[in-house]
């Protein structure tokens, strides 16, 4: 018996969630992947002379000659070709992409960015293409207006107290992905504890400490604009959103800023503090194209993988971790060890899909994405564990990585450890 290819949605269907600028930034991605196809067949069609005793010309990877030629009239055309789609479509979008037009986009349309951001993010902001993620604060599904005061108070519609909670997505997610299942965490939160709920969206193809560093100073500048004297900040951080805020904080206090004194809780969801297996894999990946000389110029495929995610190889917190360094070429750890933030009580939950603790749960298995003992801070070096108290850990056994975001015993054991009004640890 043949598998059945999924009917495809109607066209209608998936043109009701693009935009017209979209068309813009599609057409810019599909230039710069035409590039990368290029070079790719230049390097394989190097690699065969080479191989057969042919003079290989101007580089290992790029041909002399007529043939060299080719490729850069062929390079050259595309160029034209981008740069003619763009200015047409840069000139039409002001008559069709009014923003009033689209005040909401379709949550569709915004899982995909989210994961092409996750993706592709670093090279998307690098090339200033439209698709890449800004930085948000969110409310109630609408971005939050810091500026004047008056506009985040508007935004926030009244909801407005003296704790902050806020809530950080994982790779290739975003601020809308929080609701799972008819569950979100940050609404449950909010009616058990009259705490005000921000959701943060950002470009998960950015490094994290990038990421961390922008979203300090988010933080400082709602902290200024907070309506009502601020007593509290929580902070919930899923997957990469906990590396992501541990970066925060350590940027805030070597910069001197206000918020940290007033953060007393952070908890980390599935957080990969010391990476994922999966991100390793795309490593081995590159090493085995780049075994012989015909299948080295693939590694270029291999290697369109994103800052970020190349960060959760060992889950990168600050910019000394990976600045200097390939990010494509060493397997090694370099990072600079960080514990977690004194004064504030951090609580991690950790999930698997088996049944019970062993070696598979432990190193290999854990919740499909991130192994149970990086969850949990546990490292074979003592210098990198990280101390989180006994009852300050929770593991969700039989639970996959997106099901920590509606499993109720993980909610349920959140607002047990924000309920009580804790001293800092």
């Known amino acids: 018996m043949t598998a059945r290819t999924p009917p495809r949605p109607p066209k209608a269907t998936v043109l009701r969630h693009v935009r017209p600028a979209d068309l813009q930034a599609a057409a810019q991605l599909a230039a710069q992947a035409t590039h990368g196809v290029i070079n790719i067949t230049e390097g394989v069609h190097q690699a065969v002379r080479r191989r057969l005793g042919l003079s290989a010309g101007a580089s290992a990877e790029q041909a002399s000659g007529l043939t060299g030629q080719i490729y850069q009239v062929v390079r050259g055309v595309t160029r034209l070709v981008g740069w003619g789609t763009d200015a047409a479509l840069g000139a039409l979008l002001p008559l069709v992409d009014d923003p009033a037009t689209h005040p909401d986009a379709s949550p569709e349309r915004e899982a995909v960015l989210a994961a092409l951001n996750g993706v592709l993010g670093d090279r998307l902001q690098l090339t ?6 800004p930085m948000l604060l969110r409310h109630g599904g609408q971005t939050l207006a810091l500026n004047p005061p008056s506009a985040l108070s508007a935004s926030l519609g009244g909801q407005v107290g003296p704790h902050l909670l806020l809530l950080v997505h994982g790779l290739c997610m975003n601020d809308a992905q929080w609701l799972r299942d008819g569950h979100d ?6 009616q058990a504890l009259g705490c005000t709920p921000v959701y943060l969206r950002y470009n998960t193809g950015l490094h994290t400490s990038t990421n961390g560093r922008e979203l300090a100073s988010v933080l400082e500048r709602l902290v200024a604009a907070w309506p009502v004297p601020l007593e509290r900040i929580s902070i919930v951080g899923h997957s990469m959103g906990g590396l992501v805020s541990r970066s925060a904080v350590q ?3 070597e910069a001197g800023q206000q918020w940290p004194a007033l953060l007393r809780e952070m908890v980390f969801l599935g957080t990969p503090h010391h990476g994922a297996p999966l991100e390793r ?6 090493l085995l194209l780049a075994a012989t000389p015909f299948t080295a110029p693939f590694t270029r495929l291999g290697q ?6 190349t960060d959760l190889r060992h889950g990168h917190v600050q910019d000394a971790d990976w600045q200097g360094r390939d990010r494509f070429a060493a397997s090694d750890d370099h990072r600079v060890a960080l514990p977690l933030p004194d004064g504030v009580a951090c609580f991690a939950v950790a999930a698997t899909l088996a049944g019970q603790r062993g070696l598979l749960a432990d190193r290999l298995t854990g919740d499909g994405l991130v192994p149970l003992r990086s969850a949990l801070g546990q490292h074979d070096k003592p210098s990198r564990q990280l101390a989180f108290a006994p009852d300050h850990q929770q593991v ?3 639970t996959g990585h997106l099901d920590l975001l509606s499993s109720r015993p993980v909610a349920e054991r959140l ?5 009580a009004d804790r001293a800092p640890a």
């Open 128 to 133: 200033g293409n439209a698709l890449a993620q």
């Open 185 to 190: 965490h940050g609404t449950f939160l909010a």
């Open 251 to 253: 940027v805030a206090r």
């Open 281 to 286: 894999a795309g490593h081995g990946v590159d």
């Open 304 to 309: 369109l993988r994103s800052a970020g995610i």
């Open 396 to 398: 969700a056994w039989r």
């Open 415 to 419: 607002l047990a450890w924000l309920k």
